[in-house]
């Protein structure tokens, strides 16, 4: 989907955009309706590089897909809250209903202009299924420049002639003041939607046996390395793996074919091992500590791969009321052999 196609559908919907331009001609398409960070543009394309609902590609489309009561899962990158058993499980242990709080997605946001760019805010009050406690948080969203990585020396080489976008998130969140004594713990979650088919690409620093979180994953589909895993992301119906942090890098890359090109795109995220993962498989609520996930999605809610990464928790007994955390994303797009030198220099040789 293009830009341009975007941007008019979703503003005579009445969904304004917001269009963040980098330096170096890499442009983010902001959408308040959900907080997302609907497309990533290269300098030279108006193709978008993440994957948005094909309900998006008219405006008689759009606008009954935003008026529908079902999820406005328009796509791109998204930020929500941890631990998924509390805020997506209303009925918790009972895992029949999942619901996505609405005060978080699409909650919300409203957009602050400053000198260095749109801010997205959403304040909002939501409840903890297994305690019942409801809590005020705010969130805010912001985007600025993410240079190539591999714009210097013996590096440069390996992107010559390849299309690169890029920005870097910064995402606060903040327990309020009113719920100061809440016993509470919350993590961001971000979800960065890609399109599907592809092979998700995680280097470690040992050998890491990824932690099935539900479905049933083909095991040709899953290869475990000393240093990388390998998840081909092409099943039906839906699947999802965690990687410990503690043996995350703090990179994961999803590579996948786009017309006659390859796609390469990276997110690039801080790692604490001794942070507080709270986020945790729906039937094993005390196995902590999973920094990395992915998402395979084929389904009635669309055909889509998500890379996924938590932040430590704040609240509680983390002595934290607020967090930021800042992550880089970065895509490539050109030919096999490019991409695959690309992926080889930035996430492992084992590519």
């Known amino acids: 989907m293009t830009l341009g196609h975007l941007m008019e559908a979703l503003n005579r919907v009445g969904k304004p955009t917001e269009l963040y331009r980098s330096p170096d001609g890499s442009r983010a398409l902001m959408l308040p309706h959900g907080g997302r960070i609907l497309g990533l543009f290269s300098p030279q394309s108006e193709e978008n590089l993440f994957w948005t609902h094909p309900a998006l590609s008219s405006v008689e489309s759009a606008r009954r897909f935003y008026q529908s009561d079902a999820w406005h899962n328009s796509g791109g990158d998204r930020t929500w809250l941890s631990p998924e058993v509390d805020f997506f499980f209303p009925d918790f242990p009972d895992l029949k209903r999942y619901w996505q709080p609405r005060e978080l997605d699409p909650g919300n946001y409203r957009v602050i202009e400053a000198s260095a760019g ?6 909002a009050t939501v409840t903890l299924s297994r305690s019942q ?6 969130i805010v969203k912001a985007v600025s420049p993410a240079a190539n ?19 870097t998130l910064q995402v606060s969140l903040e327990i309020r003041e009113a719920s100061a004594r809440s016993s509470a713990r919350v993590g961001i979650w971000n979800l ?16 890491a046996e990824p932690k099935a ?3 049933t994953i083909p095991p040709e ?3 475990v390395g000393d240093r990388l895993i390998r998840y081909r992301m092409g099943a039906s119906g839906e699947q999802k793996i965690g990687v410990r942090a503690v043996a995350t890098t703090g990179r994961g890359g999803y590579l996948c074919e786009t017309g006659d090109q390859s796609l390469l795109i990276i997110r690039n995220f801080s790692v604490n091992p001794s942070g507080e993962y709270i986020d945790v498989p729906w039937k094993e609520t005390e196995d902590y500590g999973y920094a990395f996930q992915a998402c395979n999605v084929n389904s009635a809610l669309g055909s889509f791969s998500e890379l996924e990464y938590h932040v430590p928790a704040i609240g509680k007994d983390t002595g934290l009321r607020c967090c930021q955390d800042t992550s880089q994303v970065w895509a490539f797009r050109g030919s096999g052999e490019q991409i695959q030198r690309v992926a080889r220099s930035l996430l492992s040789p084992h590519v």
Do not use: W
């Open 149 to 167: 990585p591999l714009r210097y020396g013996k590096l440069l080489g390996e992107s010559e002639g390849v299309e690169y976008a890029g920005y």
């Open 133 to 138: 406690e409801r809590i005020e948080l705010e």
């Open 118 to 123: 749109a801010r997205m805010v959403n304040r």
């Open 221 to 223: 589909d899953l290869s």
């Open 192 to 207: 960065l939607q890609m399109p599907h088919g592809g092979e998700l690409l995680i280097p470690t620093y040992v050998r």
């Open 213 to 215: 979180y539900f479905g």
